[in-house]
């Protein structure tokens, strides 16, 4: 009875990081002065439909709907992030799951260093590259920066870029 109680806990646990579902700034979305918002890009031949990101806090921000292959998106969330990190990423055909013992399966595991956010603005977080090889920087590649301009650039050209500066 205890060791099933322990499972379905830890289960419900896992469950309840992934219940606040966040999606991306769309075309048209009007963005506040006072929000953050997180550059994340990919190359490589696989998309990406899935993200989460944890903080010092619960529950983790999970961003679905999603599609981004060879691309840029931009995500809203609230400033003041402690320990903010990419944890995990599902590839497109691929997606994760939990068994019900607890164990995920499908998502992609990302091991990058942690920032914290104290005001509003753009921050570039990670490039990740879905081939074989893979691999991740953050270092912002100034062809995915110029498509982000190109992409998002009357909804978010009033924020002030953080830890990159725009390519002329």
């Known amino acids: 009875m205890i060791k099933n109680l322990t499972i ?3 289960a419900l646990f896992l469950t309840s990081c992934a219940i606040n579902p966040k999606q991306a700034i769309q075309p048209n ?3 506040a002065d006072n929000v ?4 994340v890009s990919t190359a490589g031949p696989a998309g990406i439909n899935y993200l989460q990101f944890c903080h010092s806090k619960t529950p983790c921000l999970n961003y679905e709907g999603i599609s981004i292959q060879n691309d840029i998106v931009a995500l809203p969330m609230t400033v003041n992030m402690k320990d903010l990190e990419l944890n995990t990423f599902t590839l497109e055909g691929k997606g994760g799951f939990y068994l019900p013992n607890g164990m995920g399966i499908g998502f992609n595991g990302l091991d ?3 920032i914290n956010i104290n005001q509003a603005g753009i921050y570039f977080h990670v490039h990740i590259d879905t081939s074989e090889d893979g691999g991740f920087t953050t270092t912002p590649p100034t062809e995915m920066l110029r498509k982000a301009k190109q992409k998002y650039g009357n909804q978010i050209s009033h924020l002030k870029p953080i830890n990159f500066t725009w390519p002329e």
């Not at 953050?36 to 550059?39: H, P, Q, R, S």
Request: hydrophobic content about 55%.
């Open 36 to 39: 953050l918002v997180i550059l």
């Open 8 to 10: 379905t806990t830890i």
């Open 112 to 114: 990058d260093k942690p």
């Open 29 to 31: 979305t009007i963005v």
